[in-house]
């Protein structure tokens, strides 16, 4: 009953910064956490960062120095900006969220996923 929208995947250069979205809606109550993970092709799920609802945040180590995650509570959506960006970081990214819904029972759910290719 919780959707997640994202937004603002793309082809980018190697070293250059892209800012990806994540709107959730429905019968939301509170979104006690939200985060972004990854997946290449042939890998793993992975996470990439975290952030609860007082804005508490955990990075993976290979993003750690390069993305920023932040959340706007009010509008329900989470961002992740991405800056010196690596071919590593080409992936599918999806966006998570988990928390309690006005029914009072919990939830996690995932967005459909947005495309980040670094290439030159």
């Known amino acids: 009953q919780v959707q997640l929208v994202e937004s603002g995947g793309g082809l980018v250069q190697p070293g250059g910064s892209l800012r990806l979205s994540c709107a959730a809606s429905?019968?939301?109550?509170?979104?006690?956490?939200m985060g972004w993970y990854r997946q290449a092709p042939g890998k793993e799920r992975g996470l990439v960062a975290r952030i609860t609802y007082v804005k508490s945040t955990n990075y993976a180590d290979f993003v750690k120095g390069r993305f920023t995650i932040s959340r706007d509570n009010a509008k329900n959506t989470v961002y992740l900006q991405m800056n010196s960006l690596k071919p590593e970081d080409t992936a599918v990214y999806y966006c998570n969220a988990a928390g309690v819904s006005m029914s009072r029972t919990n939830f996690n759910s995932w967005g459909q996923g947005t495309q980040v290719t670094v290439s030159s």
């Open positions: 429905g019968s939301i109550f509170t979104i006690n956490v």
